[in-house]
């Protein structure tokens, strides 16, 4: 028995240490991997991030360096703190601070003293930094916007968010991505690959040297060039034009689908998102709820179209063969139902065709085709539903499918819609005439509105539009290169394409024509409202005007969208008219056109509903004159802030 | 005609196993001190390099030991024992503190360690003494005898701040049990150590309620003649006394750093912050220790790749810590290895000290296998967290001369003896 104590003890403890190893590197041990040992070290070697040119070759977004001083605290010696903060432009308390923290966070390891330095700062720095030992300059590469236009086309980068982290294995802490715009479609052409270093640490973070003499160690790979669709003048004079307006332009060239100009006012000087102003900036206009500068107007705000719609119902109705284009339909200032009159209209000639019907724009006549064609069937959610997918082959009603990420669906009604809000054929076609003229559930953005002019104009297809023109050495998708077909025969086109000229000749926008150049339009005007105080509260009705140029082989579709603007010709009409312009001659001969747009703004009215007093609207409400503005006119508040650098 | 095969009685098994570890043991120092390129083995810039000096000076040790005569070691263990309570004594006068502890001669250079070196001398006493004729370790009388050959030594070294070498002592236990000492101390040694862990990990109350149950369980169902009523209850007495003892222990004669390994071993500390202070601090030994070992996975990094053994990320990786290496590099399989020929060699070693015929040598081949399994225990237990920490080296893979020769001398005077068993004296 004595002989066994031992023996028995040693073989005792020889299998809990074997359990015991067991249970720390089999059982509970995650696969090893190289990058997430914090014995490693990874340097990561960025690579130049793609530039971004515009439709015609020139240089849009660049990169420049950025300095950041760095400082490694244990190797920092007695110094001049005053110099160095004068040179810094920081108090002594901020360097004590900056100094205190980097100290807690490791005296061994480099911190950021000073980010981002301008090149100006940086030359008068570069000479005096080596007085101070521990201090040294570290460069990095920043975004350099060549403009000062398009926000919100270009985007921005920023450091990637926790979340971004988590879910993709390629960005760490403290790396770069693209934030909005084509920063963030494009991010995985622009940015390249980075390159990856191992380095052997040892227990106090320091280097020893490359981990297995740098086996695993990548080189990175650039990021690629980018073409964009965009004509950065026609862009920069469309930012112009809506400068003290709010809404957004969107032009697209029909036979490619290729957006031109993609204008949301108000916008941002690009270069405030650049650098050491970044966050404080972003906040500042993050914050700006009434304006919203952020808000890219021109693909997410989400309107009724107003009387652009009617050409859609015009063309439904001559598909569905409940019209030709020679019935004439009377209008008495209004569609009446038995007395009742459903909706009203303004004074021109009856009975109407269908050619002066869409050039008057007369609300009766299209309440009538609409009427005919919900008709045509035997219960109203049957004729609804026709009408819907008819609509919805505009693109409408859906995400269009560009290749930017923001944007809304709007709103296009079928049967189901009517059936689930009255019950199942509990209502007919004269509870939803308004559909007819753009005005009651129809809701479209105004990418959506310039892509059904597109559509029109290529007389029945148009291409996804796209923001994409070329990428260095690579095709773009196919999707956008393939046309899409409406359901509409393209015989039916010419008619209503021949209405929308008329608008121009002797119709609602007769005022706007352009000599020498052959333009379609169809102007709009739409209802809104806004709860103040809890009341709804309507406001002055948006401006809206489609238009497509010239008539034959279409250059050019617009669509211009003015907040609280009131009829479609008096601001986005204009607003449009110019564009078509100096797109298609290059120059501005319509000076007085132009004179007129730089010289009134919507600033006033968009103060009334934040003024807290009584206002009035549409009619009520006064033109407000202001000094002409032009390229270099400051209108950003933010812009005007002297940077303390520059 | 025995006398002709001499050269060649020695126990191969025991030797082979020696050489594995320190070999082992060699090639982990050298993987946890290098630095970038190894230019040579004899690099005396590094561990790894003196570390193949020490062992070739081994040799030479293992040589003569086996060359002298095996009566050598018993005509004069007590002088050997004399010798070295001296040189313990020297310390005191001529000792060098490295780390707050007063264990070294510096001897040009070199240091020297005399507390290793008493283990061998203890055994070599403490056999002796056993194997006299006029010892009968039964007696109560001759057991103090005996345990003050131990103890000397042990307060010696404990007076230098050597708490963990005193520790190592305990390991004697092992062989009185084996010659005689009753079984009583046995079951008092086991009661005592639960007393102490139920008492500091959860309070006096429970230990002392515990102790009740089996006090009494025992008293009434455990025996068949049942003695009076008033021994159990004055044994529960002096356990109370027993387990406030250990309280005041613990809370007032324990120097800060034993309380927190105590404490750590425990899992005494509950709050997250002041634990995540810790593994900083007083943790960070065996939490780098730990996580060295857990990454190396099943088959490990492989040899010279380890990343934490390369960055030097656990302390004092080549002395104490040295498992930790293996467990980075050689994986499950390595490190269980290890475990395994460590067991081996030590079940090897009783095995030989039962064939004895003398008690000498089997008392010493006793204390040899309780000593090296004492240092397994504790260095290996340590350096995976199942033991609180004590800073003792593994044996025979440990970088360090004095420890390494040693246990060398340890080992090869049992061989020597061994290899005497059959021959008549």
Not at chain 2, 80 to 100: A, D, P, Q, W
Request: aromatic share 14%; hydrophobic share 40%.
């Amino acid at each position: 028995m004595r002989k066994l104590l031992l023996l028995s003890t040693i073989a005792f403890v020889g299998l809990v240490f074997i359990a015991r190893l067991f249970y720390l590197q089999v059982y509970n041990e995650d696969p090893y991997s190289l990058l997430d040992d914090n014995a490693i070290r990874k340097v990561y070697d960025y690579p130049k991030r793609g530039y971004i040119y515009d439709r015609n070759g020139k240089l849009l977004v660049a990169n420049q360096p950025s300095y950041d001083v760095m400082f490694i605290p244990r190797e920092v010696k007695p110094l001049d703190t005053l110099e160095l903060c004068n040179l810094l432009k920081i108090t002594k308390e901020d360097f004590i601070n900056f100094y205190e923290k980097a100290y807690r966070y490791s005296p061994r390891l480099p911190s950021v003293f000073i980010p981002q330095l301008s090149r100006m700062e940086y030359a008068v720095l570069q000479e005096k930094i080596r007085k101070y030992e521990g201090f040294y300059i570290q460069k990095r590469s920043l975004r350099d916007y060549q403009t000062t236009i398009g926000a919100n086309v270009l985007g921005d980068i920023g450091e990637v968010n926790n979340y971004i982290i988590e879910n993709d294995p390629y960005y760490k802490s403290g790396d770069l991505i693209g934030k909005q715009g084509v920063e963030l479609s494009y991010e995985e052409v622009l940015r390249g690959v980075k390159g990856i270093k191992f380095t052997q640490k040892d227990r106090f973070n320091r280097d020893i040297g490359p981990y297995k003499d740098g086996i695993y160690d990548t080189l990175p790979e650039p990021g690629k060039d980018i073409t964009i669709t965009i004509d950065s003048e026609l862009q920069e004079y469309g930012e112009l034009l809506m400068r003290h307006k709010h809404g957004g332009i969107i032009a697209i060239e029909p036979s490619s689908g290729e957006i031109i100009a993609m204008v949301s006012a108000p916008s941002y000087n690009p270069n405030l998102l650049v650098g050491r102003q970044r966050s404080r900036n972003f906040t500042k206009l993050y914050n700006d709820t009434i304006a919203k500068p952020l808000f890219d107007r021109s693909l997410k705000a989400q309107y009724p179209p107003g009387s652009p719609f009617k050409v859609l119902s015009a063309l439904i109705g001559l598909q569905e063969k409940v019209v030709t284009t020679q019935d004439q339909f009377s209008c008495r200032h209004g569609y009446y139902l038995g007395n009742r009159r459903l909706t009203g209209c303004h004074s021109h000639a009856s009975p109407l065709s269908m050619n002066q019907g869409i050039a008057q724009s007369c609300n009766a006549y299209f309440v009538n085709v609409y009427r005919r064609i919900i008709d045509k069937y035997a219960k109203p959610a049957e004729g609804m539903d026709v009408w819907s997918n008819h609509v919805k082959s505009f693109g409408l009603g859906d995400y269009l499918g560009y290749d930017l990420k923001i944007g809304n669906k709007g709103r296009v009604p079928d049967g189901a819609f009517y059936d689930k809000w009255y019950g199942e054929n509990r209502w007919s076609s004269t509870y939803n005439i308004s559909n007819a003229i753009g005005q009651g559930e129809v809701e479209t953005t105004p990418i959506q509105l310039a892509n059904m002019v597109a559509a029109i104009s290529n007389r029945g297809f148009y291409y996804t539009p796209h923001i994409i023109k070329s990428i260095e050495g690579e095709e773009i998708d196919e999707k956008y290169t393939t046309p899409n077909y409406t359901t509409i025969d393209k015989e039916h086109f010419e008619p209503v394409v021949q209405g929308m000229f008329d608008v121009y000749n002797g119709g609602t926008a007769y005022s706007l024509r352009v000599p020498g150049i052959d333009i379609c339009g169809k102007t709009g005007t739409a209802e809104n409202f806004m709860r103040i105080d809890g009341k709804r509260t309507q406001l002055t009705d948006h401006s809206i005007f489609v238009a497509f140029a010239p008539k034959d082989n279409p250059k050019i579709a617009i669509a211009v969208f003015v907040e609280n603007g009131y009829w479609g010709s008096r601001f986005a009409g204009r607003i449009a008219s110019l564009m078509i312009e100096k797109y298609i001659r290059g120059e501005i001969t319509m000076t007085a056109m132009e004179n007129w747009i730089l010289t009134h703004s919507l600033e006033d009215e968009y103060a009334k509903p934040y003024s807290g007093k009584e206002f009035g609207i549409n009619r009520q409400s006064a033109l407000q004159v202001i000094d002409k503005i032009t390229k270099d006119t400051v209108v950003n508040p933010l812009s005007t802030r002297p940077s303390p650098f520059k | 005609m025995q006398r002709d095969f001499r050269g060649l009685n020695f126990d191969w098994i025991t030797i082979a196993l020696f050489l594995l570890l320190v070999g082992f043991g060699w090639l982990n120092i050298m993987s946890a001190s290098h630095s970038g390129e190894v230019t040579s083995y004899f690099d005396m810039n590094h561990p790894y390099g003196k570390q193949s000096v020490f062992i070739i000076f081994t040799f030479f040790l293992i040589i003569l030991i086996l060359a002298l005569d095996a009566k050598f070691y018993e005509r004069f263990a007590s002088i050997i024992y004399f010798i070295s309570i001296l040189s313990l004594l020297g310390l005191f006068v001529f000792g060098k503190n490295v780390n707050g502890a007063l264990a070294w001669y510096s001897i040009g250079g070199m240091t020297l360690q005399p507390s290793e070196f008493a283990k061998f001398a203890t055994s070599l006493a403490l056999a002796k003494y056993i194997s006299d004729l006029q010892t009968n370790m039964k007696t109560f009388k001759d057991q103090i005898k005996a345990a003050g050959i131990i103890v000397l030594p042990a307060v010696l070294i404990l007076l230098q701040n050597d708490a963990g070498s005193t520790v190592v002592y305990a390991a004697f236990f092992f062989v009185f049990y084996r010659e005689g000492l009753q079984q009583i101390y046995l079951v008092i040694a086991v009661f005592l150590i639960l007393l102490a862990v139920l008492a500091l990990k959860f309070n006096v109350v429970v230990a002392v309620l515990v102790a009740a149950v089996l006090i009494f369980g025992h008293h009434f169902f455990g025996q068949r003649k049942r003695p009076q009523i008033i021994q159990p209850i004055a044994i529960l007495l002096a356990c109370i006394a027993v387990a406030f003892g250990i309280k005041y222990f613990y809370n007032n004669i324990l120097q800060f750093h034993q309380k927190d390994r105590i404490s750590i071993w425990l899992r005494l500390e509950s709050d997250p912050d002041k634990l995540h202070e810790m593994k900083q601090t007083i943790l960070y030994n065996l939490n780098e220790s730990e996580k060295a070992i857990s990454s190396g996975g099943l088959t490990g990094k492989g040899f010279m790749q380890g990343t934490r053994t390369t960055g030097k990320f656990v302390p004092e990786q080549h002395t104490d810590y040295i498992f930790s290496t293996v467990g980075e590099e050689w994986g499950f399989l390595g490190s269980a290895l290890v475990v395994l020929l460590f067991v081996a060699l030590l079940l090897r070693i009783l095995y030989l000290a039962e064939l004895q015929k003398s008690q000498f040598s089997r008392v010493y081949g006793y204390c040899v296998a309780s000593l090296l399994f004492f240092h397994f225990l504790i260095n290996i237990g340590m350096v995976m967290g199942l033991i609180p920490t004590i800073g003792i080296p593994l044996p025979f893979f440990s970088y360090g001369g004095s420890a390494l020769w040693a246990f060398t001398i340890l080992l090869f005077i049992f061989v020597k003896l061994d290899s005497n068993r059959i021959n008549e004296w």
